[in-house]
């Protein structure tokens, strides 16, 4: 398994720091990996215990989160390798874990998420402005335009992907800002899920569908050894 897509299947979920679904639906976002490059990424979701994450750019691979358990799946020619994402962390290590903060992370105080007034639609979903201020991990005041709406769908979504990239960076122990979780907290208290986040997050599709049981099943059973080289 090559460290790119090692760093894919651990960044598609700890970059993308999101609060919120309630029915099962897709949606499709662009964000950056973490050597800043851009990178779309697909979201599939039955249920707030079941969601699918994937990329065209790795079509070998997709992360599945089953419940409290989450695994990486890999295909190696007709034979599919299914891994606990804790086990695999741990075989990475702290060493080859990636530098860049993800999009929120650097998120280390909450100063204010205040209404701007202005409308935006992103994706076909009528959106509103926030103005989002912060102090970031070098202790410098930011400022960032984020889009969130009151769609459901969004809602539910970017409540379990952010509390699936919490649970993956904590088992890498890594701790998240007390100010991510607070914002997380907040626009989750609001129903409130993100459509932008300045220029480092942009929902690009949605489609309320469910999608079908069979693409949250396991291919095979958790394998257990360390990754292929």
Same mark, same amino acid.
């Given at each position: 398994m090559s460290l790119s897509l +090692?760093?894919? =299947?651990?960044a598609a979920v700890c970059s993308i720091h999101l609060p919120a679904w309630a029915a099962g639906g897709s949606a499709v976002l662009q964000t950056h990996d973490p050597d800043g490059n851009e990178i779309v990424v697909q979201l599939e979701f039955a249920d707030p215990q079941h969601l699918r994450l994937s990329s065209q750019a790795y079509p070998q691979a997709y992360l599945l989160m089953l419940g409290q358990n989450s695994y990486n799946v890999m295909q190696f020619g007709n034979?599919?390798?299914v891994i606990d994402t804790d086990d695999m962390i741990a075989q990475m290590g702290q060493g080859q874990m990636p530098p860049t903060p993800a999009p929120t992370d650097d998120i280390r105080e909450l100063i204010a998420l205040t209404p701007t007034g202005e409308k935006e639609t992103v994706a076909g979903i &009528?959106?509103? +402005?926030?103005?989002?201020?912060? =102090?970031?991990g070098a202790q410098q005041q930011r400022e960032e335009i984020v889009v969130a709406s009151r769609d $459901?769908? !969004?809602?539910? !979504? %970017?409540? %379990?992907?952010?509390q699936l990239g919490t649970r993956m960076a904590k088992s890498a122990g890594i701790q998240p800002p &007390?100010? %991510?979780?607070?914002?997380? @907290?907040?626009? #989750?208290?609001?129903?409130?899920?993100?459509?932008?986040?300045? #220029?480092?997050? +942009?929902?690009?599709? =949605?489609? @309320? $569908?469910?999608? /079908? /049981? &069979?693409?949250?099943?396991?291919? &095979?059973?958790?394998?257990?050894? %360390?990754?292929?080289s």
């Open positions: +090692r760093r894919f =299947v651990f034979f599919p390798l &009528a959106g509103e +402005r926030y103005r989002l201020r912060y =102090v970031d $459901t769908l !969004l809602h539910g !979504l %970017s409540l %379990s992907l952010y &007390a100010g %991510s979780e607070r914002l997380a @907290r907040e626009l #989750d208290g609001k129903g409130l899920g993100l459509l932008r986040f300045g #220029d480092r997050l +942009r929902v690009l599709k =949605v489609d @309320r $569908t469910a999608p /079908a /049981a &069979a693409r949250f099943e396991l291919p &095979a059973p958790p394998g257990e050894g %360390s990754l292929p």
